[in-house]
């Protein structure tokens, strides 16, 4: 059986070690991906450091990729091998992104257009599906096509972003300018406002402030905030965004939910993830992987901007690490099993 390097896990907070593990066969509805680049997300981290998503060791971590199509399974009708793909992987260790071969549901990927390159590609998968989901799922939101009607139809509304210049963040500040709001107002380290505004932005706030400031400052800007996005969603930032939202908003989070509520409040909270199992979520990112080569054409959504890792699978240790120790900002760290 032919092997590729992998990544792995060797156990519950254990050490990562590169190995030999099989080249799996793509079944019924999915393809096999030459893994060329491989996104950490923060994630990552908290899986090793506190058990948690994993089965059994070793394991292979890894949820953002990017490559070519080697090969094509059973009923696959929207990839030929060459294609140039990009793609959410899974904790298993077919489907995880951390090694040279990886499976994907051809369902959940999308052609990589020329002006894109593996690197950008793999920024994506993660911190794109989390706002989609949350805006056009979660919230309900009209999808910025001119098919569905929702190109610039929330024009006017008021969105705070909390943590713009996170992964997540800087897809939320995109995806709201597609929308339509304004004014887009963002949390962030402030040397980040520059990039955030060519993203949409319209105000930046310094996330060093105490969040007792917040509604004070939010106020400035606009009298009413019907809508709020906490990409942090730390217990502190989650009430803050809580207690800035007009009642009757609507709040998303993209971890549980610690608010405190206030009886009579009339705010809905959501939470959100980069989720497809949920039957209305996977309806969604299907649409969404047919879409998102062309808003990448467009530009309508452009790659966060990254750092490439040295050594290889060898270098995506010190990189998780840099993320656990919060000494990344404003980027994303992409690995090349290949190197």
């Known amino acids: 059986m032919a092997t590729q390097k992998s990544l792995l896990l060797q156990g519950p907070q254990g050490a990562f070690v ?13 393809i096999l991906v030459k893994v060329y680049a491989a996104a950490l997300n923060p994630v990552d981290w908290k899986v090793r450091k506190y058990n948690i998503f994993l089965s059994s060791y070793p394991a292979i971590l890894g949820l953002d990729g990017a490559g070519d199509v080697v090969k094509v399974g059973e009923g696959v009708s929207n990839f030929v091998p060459g294609d140039k793909v990009f793609f959410p992987g899974v904790y298993d260790n077919k489907g995880a992104t951390w090694q040279q071969y990886a499976l994907a549901d051809a369902e959940f990927a999308a052609k990589i257009p020329s002006n894109i390159s593996y ?27 001119k098919a569905a ?29 597609a ?55 730390l217990p502190d930032t989650q009430q803050a965004a809580y207690d800035v939202l007009s009642d009757g908003g609507k709040l998303a989070i993209v971890l549980t939910n610690s608010i405190k509520t206030k009886e009579g409040d009339e705010k809905v909270v959501h939470q959100v993830q980069a989720m497809r199992t949920v039957p209305e979520q996977k309806k969604l990112l299907v649409e969404g992987y047919n879409t998102w080569t062309e808003w990448l054409q467009t530009g309508l959504i452009k790659p966060q901007p990254l750092e490439a890792l040295p050594n290889g699978l060898n270098g995506i240790a010190d990189g998780l690490q840099r993320l656990e120790d919060d000494k990344i900002s404003g980027i994303k760290l992409v690995a090349h099993p290949w190197d």
């Not at 920024?123 to 706002?131: D, E, F, Q």
């Not at 997540?168 to 300018?177: D, E, N, S, Y």
């Open 18 to 30: 590169v190995g030999d593990q099989p080249i799996p066969e793509p079944g019924p509805g999915e």
């Open 119 to 145: 690197d950008q590609a793999a920024t994506l998968p993660t911190g794109l599906t989390t706002p989609y989901n949350g805006f056009y799922q979660g919230w309900g939101l009209t999808l910025p096509t």
């Open 149 to 177: 009607g929702g190109l610039g139809k929330y024009a006017g509304t008021p969105i705070l972003v909390i943590g713009g210049s996170s992964a997540v963040g800087q897809f939320t500040i995109q995806l709201a300018k």
């Open 179 to 233: 929308s339509g709001f304004s004014p887009i107002i963002t949390t962030s380290s402030l040397k980040h406002t520059d990039h955030l505004k060519s993203f949409g932005a319209t105000h930046v706030l310094d996330r060093h402030n105490p969040l007792s400031t917040l509604a004070s400052e939010v106020a400035k800007i606009t009298p009413a905030l019907p809508y709020v996005f906490d990409a942090i969603a």
